[in-house]
């Protein structure tokens, strides 16, 4: 039995800029932080010789071509692996949530596969066989955030250059600052589970058309990245609180489903509770909030959540990113 896990994620800053429609122009920054909370895969060998997944439903095949779940179906494709396996996942959180959990389940896989091929792989490996599964073979409208850090894990700096390459750099913010920013942070779930590629691919489609409007507000969600990244490094963390306001207003414009009353209802609630800044993470139209709120106001906006029927995330700061952390396979 192996069990491997991979973090989900959130976009502190500058998300969406890692969207090849945009980052194959002009190149994107991401600041995102990996969080303790993971998708596992379980993977061991079977007697009988057909392949046995288990996810929301179960499949017992024959032949990988047969299997349903596109990404386990290509993960066995990719490593060669043909018969006689059992994979198993669980998620700590639903999926469409906007944390990045499908490339986390993507990286978990592909991490558990090639310890059971008995492969040593890199980090940055599993990144680019992550985004490689995703976006060339099952062609998903999604960036290369994800995959690097859940792959990496670590509150990270994401370049990405015009040419497809990523540079991952831990942001090199003191430890009393990024517990304060922890600390900070409020998590709330929607109540809505959306796929992301709906919202991506209109977003995706109007950078393509270069439509000037879009192309502006592409430009200063990336400049607010960078400008993220040095408040963390100066230790300003209540400056990002007013930071995460104006992202979210550049934001929620560049798709029609990015947001809707009740979402705006929901944000305005909280922003009057005392959040001095929010947004809701991933692509939009649903998942989680996150809210920048200082301490003598965090009881007052988690009570206005709770009343709208809004339910808290309690989470941490992930260092370890993707890791194997049971491996019972015979020698």
Same mark, same amino acid.
């Given at each position: ?62 032949? !990988? &071509? *047969? ?5 386990? $179906? #290509? ?7 043909? %018969?006689?396996?059992? @994979? ?50 099952l062609k998903e409208p999604v960036g290369r955030q994800d995959q690097f850090i859940s792959a990496f894990g670590n509150v990270s ?34 109540? !809505? &589970? *959306? ?5 991506? $691919? #209109? ?7 270069? %439509?000037?409007?879009? @192309? ?57 509770a005392g959040a001095i800044g929010g947004k809701i993470m991933g692509a939009g139209g649903g998942g989680f909030f996150m809210f ?40």
């Open positions: 039995m192996i069990v491997s896990r991979a973090p989900v994620r959130f976009s502190l800053g500058g998300g969406g800029t890692d969207l090849p429609a945009y980052a194959s122009r002009f190149g994107g920054f991401v600041v995102s932080a990996a969080i303790d909370k993971y998708v596992h895969v379980c993977a061991s060998s079977r007697f009988q010789r057909e392949i046995r997944l288990s996810y929301s439903k179960t499949e017992i095949v024959g032949a !990988v &071509e *047969r299997i349903e779940h596109p990404i386990f $179906r #290509e993960a066995l494709k990719l490593l060669g692996i043909s %018969e006689g396996i059992e @994979l198993v996942s669980v998620a700590d959180l639903p999926s469409s949530s906007g944390l990045g959990s499908s490339s986390a389940f993507t990286v978990a896989l592909l991490n558990a596969l090639h310890t059971y091929k008995r492969d040593l792989v890199s980090s940055r490996q599993l990144a680019l066989e992550a985004c490689s599964l995703e976006i060339e073979r700096a994401l370049t990405f250059d015009r040419d497809g390459s990523v540079h991952v750099e831990p942001v090199p913010a003191r430890d009393e600052v990024l517990g304060e920013l922890e600390a900070n942070l409020v998590i709330v779930w929607s109540g !809505v &589970e *959306r796929p992301a590629r709906v919202v991506l $691919r #209109e977003q995706g489609e109007r950078i393509d058309t270069l %439509e000037p409007d879009v @192309l502006e507000r592409m430009h200063r969600i990336q400049a607010l990245g960078r400008e993220v990244y040095r408040l963390l490094v100066s230790g300003d963390v209540d400056a990002y609180g007013e930071l995460l306001h104006e992202h979210w207003t550049a934001k929620r414009r560049l798709a029609s489903a990015m947001t809707d009353a009740t979402l705006d209802e929901h944000y305005e609630a909280a922003r009057s920048y709120v200082r301490p003598a106001d965090k009881r007052r906006v988690i009570e206005a959540m709770t009343a709208r029927g809004l339910r808290v995330l309690r989470f941490r700061f992930d260092y370890d990113g993707a890791r194997i952390i049971a491996n019972h396979q015979r020698s």
